[in-house]
């Protein structure tokens, strides 16, 4: 009790002061080739991203990092959020006849579980392969409930308390704790395993009716959107402690530095798999999907900083298509090698070879092998040795 109270007092403490300091990030933009509304979006284990239509819609969007899109699926009554299980089955919450479908790999279409009236967000716990389904409500904040639906698809209620007022999407942490946000009072819940709920963070809100969008997890943190509220990309550490990295708050279609960036109604929200890239849905410019690549560099190429050590960084952006860019640091000059291989250890492409000086250096991969040939979608390794060491970094590629 005392630990909560403490946390209590210094969320709100945290609210007073302000943010912390924002980590380095990049903001960029894939143009769609044609206009979707688009609320839920998930990024599937091969990179593939896909978008769901929202409560007055029907579909389900297969979207490519080149803008192009396909119709995955279809006839679901208002798609809103979506996760997939271990055997890449698809999993949606139908916001208007209270129901959750699963989408075979195929596309074929089935209801699984009948939960209320207006269901949003959706998680699964792949271990226990339980599926977490949020209660918006039949109209803005009647929702608060959060429901179980087990493996034969039977529901029922695993946590339902007053605090919760239309928690729209769910996020869970390796420790299969679930996380939920109130989308008018930017309130965050954790709920334990065993059903224990208690507040673990209260972001900023306005006059507006919706504060907060959709929930992510990558790499131990959440991350949130600010809806039509407020414009803004929030990060939320493990212990409840929180940050603006994207967003000015001022509504607009800006690119770049993090801070600097503007959103229009930020709301769906998904990381890639390597949990280094997030991908955002925009509920007042449906042309755009919004890329925060949360490793941008923050240094200069070739520059003669004295390291500490060698380092191999993320490659930014990830997933990528069909360029990605790789840099590394060197503490003295030496002979090196870079190479890309596939999932079966094959050298498919030595990017660099030879005698270079301390200091970063910077490549761009263009998604082919050594003979000039495009490469396939999926995982690959980037591997930098110097000397008797070899520095290995993962990479996506998704077309």
């Known amino acids: 009790m005392l630990r909560i109270l403490f946390t209590y007092i210094f969320i709100l403490i945290l609210n007073f002061a302000g943010p912390a300091n924002a980590q380095q990030v990049n903001v960029s933009t894939i143009q769609l080739t044609s206009p979707l509304s688009l609320d839920g979006l998930i990024v599937a284990d091969d990179g593939t991203l896909y978008g769901a239509e929202g409560y ?32 890449e089955n698809l999993y949606v919450t139908t916001f208007n006849n209270s129901g959750v479908y699963k989408i075979t ?3 074929v279409v089935s209801r699984y579980a009948t939960v209320t009236i207006g269901p949003s967000g959706i ?7 339980d599926l977490f389904v949020s209660h918006f409500g039949s109209a803005p904040f009647s929702g608060n409930t959060v429901y179980k639906v087990d493996s034969s698809g039977s529901s029922s209620v695993f946590v339902q308390d007053s605090r919760l007022k239309s928690p729209v999407s769910l996020a869970i942490d390796d420790s299969a704790n679930l996380f939920t946000p109130n989308i008018g009072n930017a309130k965050l819940y954790k709920i334990t395993p065993g059903g224990d709920m ?15 969008g959709h929930i992510a997890y990558a790499n131990n943190k959440l991350y949130l959107t600010g809806n039509t509220g407020r414009h803004y990309l929030y990060e939320v550490e493990a212990d409840g402690s929180y940050q603006i990295i994207a967003g000015t708050g001022v509504p607009g279609n800006q ?5 600097s960036a503007q959103f229009n109604g930020p709301n769906g929200i998904a990381a890639s798999v390597t949990g280094d890239t997030l991908f955002i849905s925009e509920l007042n410019n449906p042309s755009t999907i919004r890329v925060v690549d949360l490793n941008a560099p923050t240094g200069i190429e070739n520059s003669q900083d004295k390291l500490t050590g060698y ?10 298509n069909p360029e990605t860019t790789i840099e590394f640091n ?10 890309v291989y596939n999932t079966l250890g094959q050298e ?40 008797n060491s070899f520095l290995t970094g993962k990479m996506l590629l998704s077309k």
């Open 198 to 212: 208690a507040l673990f963070a209260s972001l900023p809100t306005s006059g507006a009716m919706f504060n907060i």
């Open 123 to 129: 998680i699964i716990n792949r271990q226990t392969k």
């Open 311 to 320: 380092n191999l960084l993320q490659n930014y952006p990830n997933p990528f």
């Open 330 to 339: 060197l503490a003295s000059s030496g002979n090196i090698s870079l190479s």
């Open 56 to 87: 007055n819609g029907s579909r389900i969007y297969e979207i490519n990092m080149d803008g192009t899109s396909s119709i995955f699926a279809s006839s679901l009554s208002g798609p809103i959020d979506m996760d997939f299980d271990n055997e």
């Open 255 to 259: 690119d770049g530095e993090g801070l």
């Open 348 to 387: 498919i492409n030595l990017l660099l070879s030879g005698y270079y000086d301390a200091g970063r250096h910077r490549i761009r991969w263009n998604g082919k092998d050594s003979a000039g040939i495009n490469v396939s979608s999926g995982v690959y390794f980037y591997r930098l040795k110097t000397g």
């Open 105 to 107: 790999p195929s596309g």
